[in-house]
């Protein structure tokens, strides 16, 4: 059964056309993430989600916004994508602090920009 | 500057064969995590580690963290075409929430 969805798969988008992607969970956590996962390079997280509380990475562009409507969807909002956002976007989430508890992440979104 | 160092950065080995990939950090480790990732899919959780010298063992994988908690290693014991893939570890680096992963190793197993 899946716990962590992430649609699209795969998204395309032109430059400058704003893009959503979405998360959901079925595992009722209090945490969801969201990283950003560039060709061979390791997943860097962008900002997360305890609860309704919203924390944001300190070198996350401005560009990234993030919703968190209910306790199981998030979505991840990119105003006006350049070529280097380009990447593959995971979506996890934890019953806590990552310290703490793992993370189950979903099979990620494939944006590609044009 | 990496917070987490994984080495080596690819592997390359025949069926059958044990490997060590390791995972060190300049800083105290507040939870160690191993994930394994397949191209282009999400990661899957294998293994937490929280306390200085704990060991976990799952199937042929065994991971450990050391008494200072600042390094990990991660066996894998007759290795198999399926345990092929980038093998990440993660973990939190202080009290707070910031969570980083490594830089990532590459396994392939030979039939």
């Known amino acids: 059964d899946a716990m962590v969805i992430q649609n699209p798969r795969y998204q395309v988008t032109q430059f400058g056309k704003p893009v959503t992607l979405s998360c959901s969970q079925t595992?009722?956590?209090?945490?969801m993430y969201w990283y950003q996962q560039k060709s061979s390079q390791a997943p860097k997280l962008l900002f997360h989600?305890?609860?309704?509380?919203?924390?944001n990475e300190a070198d996350t562009p401005d560009n990234f916004q993030s919703r968190r409507p209910n306790t199981s969807f998030c979505f991840l909002d990119i105003r006006s994508p350049g070529l280097g956002d380009a990447a593959m976007y995971l979506c996890?989430?934890?019953?806590?602090?990552?310290?703490?508890?793992?993370?189950?992440f979903g099979p990620g979104t494939r944006l590609t920009v044009t | 500057s990496q917070e987490l160092e994984q080495s080596p950065q690819s592997l390359i080995v025949q069926e059958g064969k044990n490997l060590t990939i390791n995972c060190t950090s300049s800083?105290?480790?507040?939870?160690l995590y191993w994930y394994k990732q397949k191209y282009g899919e999400g990661l899957i959780f294998l293994m937490m580690?929280?306390?200085?010298?704990e060991e976990k063992s799952h199937e042929k994988i065994t991971a450990k963290l050391d008494e200072k908690k600042q390094q990990s290693s991660l066996h894998i014991t007759a290795s198999q075409p399926s345990h092929a893939g980038i093998y990440l570890c993660?973990?939190?680096?202080?009290?707070?929430?910031?969570?980083?992963f490594g830089t990532g190793t590459s396994l392939t197993v030979i039939p």
């Open positions: 580690l929280q306390k200085g010298g």
């Open positions: 595992l009722n956590h209090n945490v």
């Open positions: 993660g973990a939190a680096l202080n009290t707070g929430n910031q969570f980083y």
């Open positions: 989600y305890y609860d309704k509380d919203f924390n």
């Open positions: 996890a989430t934890s019953r806590g602090l990552a310290g703490a508890y793992e993370q189950y």
């Open positions: 800083k105290t480790l507040y939870g």
